[in-house]
């Protein structure tokens, strides 16, 4: 089993940045792909960013590329999401999920979930 614990949300004006922390516990060694996703309400949940176990491969949903940045501590089993220039388009429920197998960017493949921190972004 895994634990995910996100940290980080709050309330910001657009431009502005806020940095989303997401911990893992448990079973983490048999992660494989760590990654953030979004809801806002009345949408669906879509994939915002991940990254591979090394670090190496990062990947990105296209409206926020060059304004996020998702890094990893393997050591303290956290993922990080430095999110600037925010726009109030990005308000949504941000939800840290855990892959075993895959990177993390497919909805369906994701094994472990987070309960979510809210992010709203003000005119």
């Known amino acids: 089993q895994v634990q995910l614990v996100e940290s980080g949300g709050g309330l910001v004006q657009a431009g502005g940045s806020l940095r989303l922390s997401c911990a893992a516990s448990?079973?983490?060694?048999?992660?494989?792909?760590m990654g953030w996703f979004r809801q806002a309400p009345g949408k669906a949940r879509e994939f915002v960013a991940s990254?591979?176990?090394?670090?190496?491969?990062?990947y990105y949903k296209d409206s926020v590329k060059g304004r996020f940045t998702i890094s990893r501590d393997n050591a303290k089993n956290t993922v990080y999401l430095q999110m600037n220039s925010l726009k109030p388009e990005d308000t949504a429920v941000y939800y840290c999920?855990?892959?075993?197998?895959?990177?993390?960017?497919?909805?369906?493949?994701?094994?472990?979930w987070g309960k979510g921190t809210l992010v709203t972004v003000s005119e």
């Open positions: 990254i591979v176990r090394s670090g190496r491969n990062t």
């Open positions: 448990g079973r983490t060694f048999s992660i494989y792909g």
């Open positions: 999920a855990a892959d075993l197998q895959g990177t993390a960017q497919n909805l369906n493949s994701i094994d472990y």
